[in-house]
């Protein structure tokens, strides 16, 4: 029984090693795109929260892409708009809210005004929202397209808001009810 119990013990630890070291990858990729180390710390912690709420997984240091799928796309703590800090061709991971939500889209932003973290949302399904505090959404999805706004995650909970018709947006917006935006 005492056996078991270490193993399972050092399996978990080395999860737990394994997370800090790939954090300590996306720290030092942040750090080689020319953030301080206070900054990229401090991403880290920003995506960390966001991954505590949103269902996903960190694929570079500003990116995490959602179980359900979509992709949010994280700004550097302070800055008003998303940048690429992967290395490499820098086309891939373009932000497709980085100016207001192009056809077929409703994206989510994490600030007012349509700045910070941005959750482009294209597919139709459920999108979970990890913002807290005001926030705003563009809604361009085709001609009359309503998103629904839940209190849950995965599109559960009580139905807390529904956009108007598409061309719809909204620059001030409370996030804090909001776990999960199903966008069609």
């Given at each position: 029984m005492l056996t078991v119990a270490a193993t399972l013990g050092t399996a978990e630890a080395r999860e737990a090693l394994q997370a800090d070291s790939t954090k300590a990858s996306f720290i030092a990729q942040a750090r080689a795109a020319h953030l301080s180390s206070a900054k990229a710390n401090a991403l880290q912690a920003k995506v960390d929260r966001f991954m505590e709420k949103a269902d996903g997984t960190q694929?570079?240091?500003?990116?995490?892409?959602?179980?359900?799928?979509?992709?949010?796309?994280?700004?550097?703590p302070g800055e008003a708009h998303f940048r690429d800090l992967t290395p490499g061709d820098k086309t891939v991971t373009a932000d497709p809210?980085?100016?207001?939500?192009?056809?077929?889209?409703?994206?989510?932003?994490?600030?007012?005004?349509?700045?910070?973290?941005a959750i482009p949302m294209y597919a139709c399904h459920s999108y979970n929202v990890p913002f807290l505090g005001h926030g705003s959404w563009d809604n361009n999805q085709t001609t009359g397209t309503r998103a629904k706004m839940y209190t849950g995650i995965n599109g559960f909970g009580d139905l807390r808001y529904t956009t108007r018709p598409a061309l719809s947006w909204d620059a001030d917006g409370d996030w804090t009810p909001v776990g999960s935006v199903v966008n069609c």
């Open positions: 694929v570079a240091p500003n990116l995490i892409n959602l179980a359900g799928g979509g992709t949010v796309y994280v700004a550097v809210c980085a100016e207001g939500a192009p056809y077929g889209y409703f994206c989510a932003y994490e600030g007012r005004d349509y700045t910070g973290t």
